[in-house]
């Protein structure tokens, strides 16, 4: 597996991590929890060295799966994790940023993913409530103790990293980002280059629309919240099929699977960036680490950003409410 860097912070990841919140939270009935810690232990056996979890997941439950899994290799991982939900305080609403709760969030994290320093610790979702400078303060805490290594980010918008960067340097930020949303484009990933953040994008594969298995006829159950999603629709699952049938293209000439061509091309934009798709199959999982084996030509890329930019996705990725957190 190569190995990428996320931006000046010196942290060295493997080129494709593994987003490990489905293994048990928001996609469906949760595997068997056994199955999932081999899973995991067959990634790092496959060269993954960055896996992605937070507090909210489940809550707590994945955490503690991850903890267990990786804990034959401390020193070998980085294990990212995350904090910013109130999980259930009344009184705050959903986000809770504020520096006794993060330092709480980290204490807890510490135990459960059974490790002596937190690799990565993101604000899950930018809290209005609380001055980012405040935010980032209370990790530069917890760095200068030695119970976080790196500060990160999710879903912020620019001016948001810009604060905290002055304040604690930011290694990575995470968002959604893949061919069929391209928003960090617009300022966020000029503010990762300039100021030499990381970035992460989540959900790679559209939440698995971009690996070709989803069609207008896809049911989801329980516990997957993309049956909430106006992205996933009926309509909107048809009506994106053209999105679908491009990676097909292109990986028929390559051999290669569309979700691999979808990751290559995350790829290919940023020599720092660091894409974390999930899983809970082993085939798949080989599948996705195939891509970074992957180079697409300048002729590729023109050639697919030509053909996307004549497509128009349909649905939202996110219900308002969801929404409205992202992006601050």
């Given at each position: ?9 010196g942290?060295a ?5 593994l ?7 928001h996609?469906g ?16 056996a ?14 707590f439950t994945?955490?503690?799966l991850?903890g267990?899994?990786?804990?034959p290799f ?11 939900f109130?999980?259930g305080?009344?009184d705050?609403?959903?986000l ?6 993060i ?14 320093a937190?690799?990565?610790?993101y604000?899950?979702?930018?809290d ?5 400078e405040d935010?980032a ?10 119970k976080v ?11 948001t990293?810009?604060?905290?960067h002055?304040?604690q340097?930011?290694?990575a930020v ?11 484009e ?5 503010a ?6 990381g970035?992460?994008p ?5 939440r ?16 997957d ?14 009506a ?5 049938v491009l ?14 061509i979808a990751?290559?091309w995350?790829?290919?934009q940023?020599?720092w960036?660091?894409?974390i ?7 798949r999982l080989?599948e ?13 890329l023109?050639?697919i ?7 128009t ?16």
């Open positions: 597996m190569k190995m990428r860097r996320l931006g000046n912070s942290l990841v493997s080129a494709i991590g987003g490990c919140m489905g293994m048990n939270y996609r009935p949760a595997p068997d929890r056994q199955a999932m810690i081999a899973l995991a232990r067959a990634a790092v496959r060269g993954v060295t960055f896996f992605d979890t937070a507090e909210v997941y489940g809550p994945n955490e503690a991850v267990e899994a990786l804990a401390r020193g070998q991982v980085v294990i990212a994790t995350k904090f910013g109130s999980l305080d009344a705050r609403g959903p809770d940023s504020r520096p006794q709760r330092r709480a969030v980290a204490e807890a994290s510490l135990q459960r993913l059974q490790v002596d937190i690799d990565l610790f604000q899950h979702r930018v209005p409530d609380v001055p980012i935010v303060g209370a990790v530069k805490g917890l760095i200068d103790e030695g290594k790196h500060f990160g980010l999710s879903e912020a918008n620019a001016r990293i810009r604060r905290a002055a304040v340097p930011v290694a995470q968002s959604e980002y893949s061919i069929w949303w391209r928003e960090p617009a300022e966020v990933l000029p990762c280059e300039e100021l030499g953040i970035f992460v989540y959900s790679p594969l559209g698995g629309y971009l690996t070709g298995k989803i069609d207008a006829t896809a049911t989801f159950g329980d516990n919240n993309r049956a909430t999603l106006p992205r996933f629709t009926p309509q909107a699952l048809k994106n099929q053209p999105v679908v990676l097909e293209a292109i990986g028929e000439r390559l051999g290669a699977t569309p979700a691999q990751l290559a995350l790829l290919a940023k020599s960036i660091i894409p798709p999930g899983t809970t199959k082993l085939p080989e996705n680490l195939g891509a970074a084996a992957i180079d697409l030509t300048p002729d590729d023109q050639h950003d030509a053909a996307v930019a004549q497509i996705v349909q649905g939202d990725r996110y219900p308002p409410a969801v929404a409205e957190l992202a992006s601050r």
